[in-house]
């Protein structure tokens, strides 16, 4: 079974990596979702696999971190494609959240990663 906690962030980036006239290599910015999903059994007494709380205060400061900044800036981040800010939070959160199955990032309403840690 699976839960999960949606959080949103604004920031803008540029993509320094794509050619030269393309137009994400100019500073642009997205209303990003960011979706955390954690794997387990319910726990027999409580009923929950974890408490939406504990995750929340543990994916919080992250979005503090990023949210209305430029991602370029972040350490770890100077190539902010979906792809890496995906693996950015990845990194992150794995190690506070041992249950970590999967997190979505959505940069636009149609686009986004699905990325399991594999």
Known sequence: MEIY???????????PAVPEGHKCKQ???HTYHLRVYIKGRPDPE???IMDFKIL???????IDLV???LLNEI???????A?????WFWDKLKPLLPQ?????LKETPTTGVIYDGN
Not at 56 to 62: A, G, M, N, S, T
């Open 100 to 104: 970590l199955s999967r997190i979505e």
């Open 5 to 15: 906690k949606e959080f949103g962030f604004d920031s803008a980036h540029f993509l």
């Open 27 to 29: 500073m642009h910015g």
């Open 56 to 62: 929340k205060d543990r994916v919080l400061p992250l």
């Open 67 to 69: 949210d209305h900044r």
């Open 75 to 81: 350490p770890g981040l100077e190539n902010p494609t």
């Open 46 to 48: 409580t009923g929950w």
């Open 83 to 87: 792809e890496n800010i995906t693996i």
